[in-house]
């Protein structure tokens, strides 16, 4: 489901900023021959980068993982921070060369995932090998844990400029979700939040 996941074929299929392809071997996770890195003369910080891409699934719970790090080489054994692996709206933080496992569940049919580093505290960040794992479907346990936090997520943008039309229907959509989510509205697959 990934377009181009080790970046053999270069960054095609990903929205990328401010990372670069890289052949050497230097990363030691790295599965291939290509894999893309952010890097900065040490003791700098790589500041901000990400690579994503928006994948379609068939609603269920995923695993994904990624090799990948967030390393200071002047001190690598610092547990630099500002870099997650991501899948909709759940992460995880990257730190030593390592793999990464996010694990999220799809109820829309698609998800953003891919890597983001925002003020990434280490000088060379690298990411490689994305594997996608489906680990179980999505039961009604599952929809509304992910319902709750998609009503989270819409009640952060109430406060966002929007038109009155847009505001009202998303209250509506966070009321039924929450209905759903306290048990007091049976689940309808019709309904779209």
């Known amino acids: 489901y990934i377009t181009n996941p080790s970046f053999e074929d270069g960054t095609n299929g990903w929205i990328t900023s401010n990372v670069k392809t890289q052949t050497n071997s230097e990363f030691t996770k790295k599965a291939g021959y290509v894999y893309v890195e952010k890097w900065v003369e040490k003791p700098g910080a790589a500041g901000d980068a990400s690579v994503s891409q928006t994948v379609s699934l068939p609603n269920a719970k995923y695993r ?23 899948a909709g709206n759940q992460q995880t933080p990257i730190y030593t060369p390592g793999d990464y496992t996010v694990e999220f569940t799809v109820i829309t049919g698609s998800v953003n995932l891919g890597v983001n580093a925002e003020g990434a505290t280490g000088n060379w960040l690298a990411l490689d090998n994305f594997r996608l794992y489906q680990i179980g479907y999505v039961d009604e346990a599952a929809l509304v844990e992910e319902l709750g936090r998609l009503v989270g997520n819409a009640e952060s943008l109430l406060s966002s400029m929007m038109s009155a039309a847009k505001k009202s229907a998303l209250n509506t959509a966070i009321s039924n979700a929450k209905e759903i989510t306290s048990g007091s509205k049976a689940y309808d697959a019709k309904v779209v939040v």
């Open 64 to 86: 994904l993982t990624v090799a990948a790090q967030n390393l200071s080489q002047a001190s690598p054994a610092t547990n630099n921070t500002g870099m997650y692996v991501f």
